[in-house]
């Protein structure tokens, strides 16, 4: 199983080949930010998302 740390290395590499590849862009003028959110900070249809996901058992 991945670690988070290596999970997020990962993603962070294939976004930035993946918008190098297809604008013809260095990899190096990307900037890759992930931002995480705390589900009581979201809401979608009114309702917190950490209480969508305890209504979905998640």
Do not use: C, W
Not at 8 to 31: C, M, N, Q, R, Y
């Amino acid at each position: 199983m991945r670690t988070y740390f290596t999970q997020k290395k990962a993603l962070i590499e294939g976004f930035t080949k993946v918008a190098s590849d297809t604008l013809h862009i260095a990899p190096e003028a990307f900037v890759v930010v992930l931002k995480e959110n705390n589900p009581d900070n979201i809401g979608s249809g009114g309702k917190m998302l950490s209480r969508i996901f305890a209504e979905r058992g998640e």
